[in-house]
């Protein structure tokens, strides 16, 4: 389920290696170290960073600033920032006093860091990588003076960008479920003087309408539907940029309202972790064995053979091979896609810690001593996985079955391999959706490529040609 870095760094991942899975990622940085002591290494930080956030303000220094400038410039020159005013507010605002007791050169690389765990170790809040703050940032074009909505505070450094962004005559609401997560980060917000941002505890899949209507509306927090209250608290005029569940990966997607509906103007590669409370998905993360470090992710709720799929995974058939050369970055941008739109089945496949080594996941993605991960199509006590082949780059891909039925299942994917591959290697470039009310029976969705229903929503994907 967790991908590399060397992909692409437009990535959220609450923690892991900048890439990740659908449906799921876990964060690998948990592996091993106990959940108990791992909250309370975090909360002992955020602690030390409550008590000590003046502190921490009046103890900038050059070389604070000097970071905040090569992480800037190192977001320009990969394309992640594109305009001066998201770059001024990325060196204006400091992240070391909204991420504490993370160290300085760590805090101002292009990371992600888990501020917050579930009881199962799976990361709940996050600081979200820059690369795709700043990403969804510039797609939020926000101006001076706008009113601006924000769906997960988290630390509230993005929070602050924002009110960097919308100045001293805008305003800006972010709504976090967790109300400790609330309280650290408006004492954050208020020891940097940042007056225009107000941060309440509420379910942001309601929105927050007593500021409403807002110009512009974020969620940092992966959404697997277009709630209700986003699209009524949403200025005509406004834009709407939400990480959107697309049969499990996602997209950070730029909507602004068009007659009846929703239209993309700007889709780009993310990961974020789950909203949580009402409006949550059906997305499911299964452990499989008795070792906690292997995982499946589907898009829903469906029923597994957790043990016979796990049996499956030490029983692997020859690899099948494809004939076609991928690069990773065209796997997961283009043929994970594809194949999350084409086969509900279609699961994240991870191992990480002591499993890792074991060697039952193949490993289309590879974190050296870490975990390694892949795209796997599920069956009834078997599974096809996709693989290398050979060390070349790019890379030949195969498929590997796995269990008694497996080989059925690896053809399966070869055949989807080849269509992809026929049909131009579709990926995130050139993807456009309209997002409608559900139900809505409209022209243009008849002649979408793809059609996926959400419980509000009903969303028309099409690649331009
Ligand atoms: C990736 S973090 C956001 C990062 C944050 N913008 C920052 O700069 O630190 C996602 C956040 O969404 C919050 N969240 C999850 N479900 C939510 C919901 N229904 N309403 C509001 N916030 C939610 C989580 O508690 C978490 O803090």
Known sequence: MLLHSAVTN??????????????????????????QRRSRMHEAALRAAGSGILAAVEGECADWQQLRDQLVSGLEL?????????????????????VPGIEPERVYRDEAFPIKYDEDGFPVSS????????????QLDVQPGHRVLEIGTGTGYNAALLGQLVGETGA??????DADLVTDARERLAACGVSQVTAVCGDGGLGWSENGPYDRIIATVGAWDITPAWVAQ????????????????????????????????SVVDCVFMRLRGAFTGPESIHRLGPERGVLLGLAEQRPIDADGLYAALADPGGD??????????????????WLALREPAIAGLSAFDATANHGLVPALIEYPGRGTATVALVGTGALA????????????????????EGHRLAQRLIRHIHDWDTQGRPGTAGLQVSAYPRGSDHAAIADANIIIEKRYTRLALTWAR
Do not use: K
């Open 10 to 35: 437009a990535q959220e991942f609450t923690g892991y290696p900048s890439y990740s899975f659908p449906p799921y990622s876990i964060d690998p940085s948990v592996r091993g170290v106990p959940r």
């Open 78 to 98: 990969a394309g992640h920032v594109s305009t001066d005013r998201v770059a001024a507010a990325l060196r204006a605002v400091r992240r070391d006093v909204f």
């Open 127 to 138: 600081s979200s990588q820059p690369a795709i703050m700043a990403r969804m940032l510039e």
């Open 172 to 177: 800006v609401v972010s709504v976090d479920i």
């Open 234 to 265: 949403l200025a005509p005029h406004g834009r709407l940029v939400l990480p959107l569940d697309l049969r499990g990966p996602q997209r950070s997607i730029a909507f602004q309202p068009i007659d009846n509906h929703l239209e993309s103007v």
């Open 320 to 337: 099948v091979p494809s004939g076609v050369r991928v690069t990773l970055s065209e796997v997961m941008d283009g043929l994970s896609l």
């Open 385 to 404: 996985a996709l693989v290398r082949l050979g060390e070349e780059q790019p890379f030949e891909l195969g498929a590997r079955p796995l269990g008694q």
